[in-house]
């Protein structure tokens, strides 16, 4: 391997060992939601209170920092300019946290409206309560938890700051793993609380908590993420202070490279903004639909994002560092060679992922979920929004890598105005397709027996636009990139081939599946998708899929080198 192999493929494996523990511990925390609340109010109430949250945390956080910051930085670096450097990150720094104070100030003054904006369809809830029409007043709820996650908010886009200094030292791994700490302070604080009172309550399972009791676990969650988010910054402080030169805490816009980075960051953030809206759209029409479509789609997302994170930013994340180093020193036919080969590294997992969610995403969620107040119509439903998803997921992780050369060039405009172009694309064919799917029930159209409220496909449409939305992004980007890589083009033949070993390979874990070895849910998962990797892994080195030499490579040279892990 080249050195510019080496080095993207040591730091695609540290991102991406990060990013799996960390979404692993993000399942186990959904589980843990699910297990209490179900697809209930409750949990309604979980999915709304981040929404305000994560509009700031993906404004100013990973994804817009890192793609403006990031550049800037490693080009200071790059030239040896190592005390100018932590200036400018000193600079940033400070107008981040002054911002980010401001912002969380006002989240937990304005509660009340931010509620209102974000999830409307709560606010008839105390005249429903009242009228015996329902239990729980979720708009109250959310009121109240907010002004707990709102504060939990600026850590998080500091630790993104963090983050955004380790890559740029090719410390991949701390920045990606630390997350682990938030959602296992959650899971600590929904089990600290849920289990005493079960525990108090005797043998009795959570389908036997009222509602005060849950209101009281919800809380737990709430405090739990605060801390949470905390140490998930603190724990990468002592790295970030043993790379940084010449750091000093400031506000100004004069500091070298500050201006720069700012000029970039606006489209950025309208970028960004921009698809926020649309999971801002999509909280608003779901809000309004039965109780349990806002966790429904939280559900299914935990499972949809997850190869992205994977497969997808760690491939984008490690490239971005690099492409901008050699700006200007790369020439078009070596980075048409280096964003084909990234691109072929990303699709080599996620083509088997995005086979095996349409045929075993039931069996996935089922595995999964399937426990405590979760019954088989809230799996259905998950399931059918992690297929209607699934349906963009190679576009999705395309466009990751796409952007980068984008961002790596100072061009932010271009993958901004394309992002804004799909998320109206998507809120289109979402809202066309939502009041038609919504008349079906879950329990109707499948023949289901269930207790509780019915579960309606409406929010079925939300996904299926999305899916729509990224495949034009896809091809508006490479329209685009002809003027960056003149002649560049998917590597779709390898594409194809890959999509048809992954077809292959699910013949033998269907028939395990259909033979029905084992009653336990979670085992016969464990067996047939254990059968269905195998059987793609095997298929691919018969083949001799030169990605499988190439990963295996990498996580050879990721075990020769753990000191760099910082």
């Known amino acids: 391997m080249t050195e510019s192999s080496e080095s993207r493929s040591t730091g ?61 930085y490693t080009r200071l670096l790059h030239e ?34 931010v509620v209102m904006v974000f999830a409307p369809g709560f606010i008839g809830d105390a005249a429903a309560v009242n009228a015996g029409l329902a239990t729980v007043d979720r708009f109250a709820l959310a ?3 907010v002004k707990f996650i709102f504060p939990m908010t600026g850590f998080l886009v500091l630790s993104a700051w963090s983050l ?54 919800l809380l737990g969650l709430c405090v739990g993420a605060l801390v949470g988010g905390l ?16 750091f000093r805490l400031s506000v100004s816009l004069q500091v070298q490279g500050v201006r720069q980075a700012l000029r970039a960051f ?37 499972l949809y994002t997850l190869p992205i994170s994977l497969f997808g930013m760690s491939v984008a994340a490690a490239e971005l560092p690099e492409m901008s180093r050699r700006l200007g020193s790369e020439r078009g036919e070596e980075l048409r060679r280096r964003v084909e080969s990234g691109l072929l590294q990303m699709y080599f997992l996620t083509v088997p992922t995005f086979v095996g969610y349409l045929v075993f995403g039931f069996l996935i969620t089922g595995a999964l979920y399937r426990r405590g107040r979760f019954q088989v119509d809230d799996q259905w439903l998950v399931y059918l929004l992690l297929a209607s998803y699934s349906l963009g997921l190679l576009a999705t992780t395309t466009s990751r890598l796409l952007n980068n050369v984008f961002y790596a060039r100072g061009h932010t405009k271009i993958p901004a105005r394309i992002a804004m172009e799909r998320v109206l694309l998507s809120g289109v064919v979402g809202v066309s397709l939502m009041f038609r799917l919504d008349r079906i029930s879950v329990t109707a159209w499948l023949d289901l027996s ?30 685009a990139l002809q003027l960056e890589l003149p002649g560049f083009r998917l590597p779709s033949k390898r594409l194809v081939r890959l999509l048809g070993i992954a077809v292959a390979a699910t013949v033998p874990a269907i028939l395990i599946w ?40 990498w996580t050879k040279v990721e075990a020769k080198q753990p000191e760099e892990n910082g």
Do not use: C
Request: hydrophobic share 55%; aromatic share 10%.
């Open 266 to 302: 606006t489209p950025l953030t309208a970028g960004r903004g921009a698809v926020q809206l649309s999971s801002y759209l999509d909280l608003i029409l779901a809000s309004f639909l039965a109780a349990g479509a806002v966790a429904s789609l939280r559900w299914s997302l935990v």
């Open 143 to 145: 009121v109240g938890a």
């Open 80 to 113: 040896g300019r190592e005390e100018e450097a932590g200036r400018f990150a000193g600079a940033i720094f400070g107008l981040l946290l002054g911002l980010v104070g401001f912002l969380s100030i006002v989240g937990v003054v304005l509660a009340r409206p």
């Open 514 to 553: 259909y033979i029905h070895i084992t009653s336990i849910l979670v085992l016969e998962a464990l067996l047939v998708l254990g059968v269905y990797v195998l059987g793609y892994f095997g298929a691919t080195s018969l083949l001799g899929v030169s990605e499988l030499n190439a990963w295996a490579k």
């Open 450 to 479: 269930v207790d509780g409220p019915e579960l309606y496909l409406g929010v079925m449409a939300l996904a299926i636009g999305a899916a729509v939305g990224s495949w034009y992004e896809i091809w508006r980007l490479l329209r």
């Open 231 to 246: 140490l998930q910054f603190l724990v990468q402080v002592p790295a970030v202070v043993g790379v940084l030169r010449g």
């Open 164 to 217: 955004g200094i380790l890559n740029s030292h090719r410390k991949f791994f701390l920045p990606y793993f630390a997350p682990v700490l938030w959602n296992a302070a959650i899971i600590s604080g929904v089990w600290w609380v849920g289990g005493r009172i079960l525990g108090s309550e005797g043998p009795l399972g959570p389908e036997t908590l009222g509602g005060a009791q849950s209101d009281m676990i």
């Open 12 to 72: 695609a494996a540290r991102v991406a060992l990060g990013i799996l523990l960390s979404r692993l511990m993000g399942l186990a925390r959904e589980v843990s939601i699910a297990f209490f609340f179900g697809a209930g109010p409750h949990s309604d109430v979980v999915g709304a209170i981040f929404r305000g949250p994560n509009l700031l945390q993906n404004l100013l956080g990973e994804q817009t920092l890192s793609a403006s910051f990031i550049p800037v």
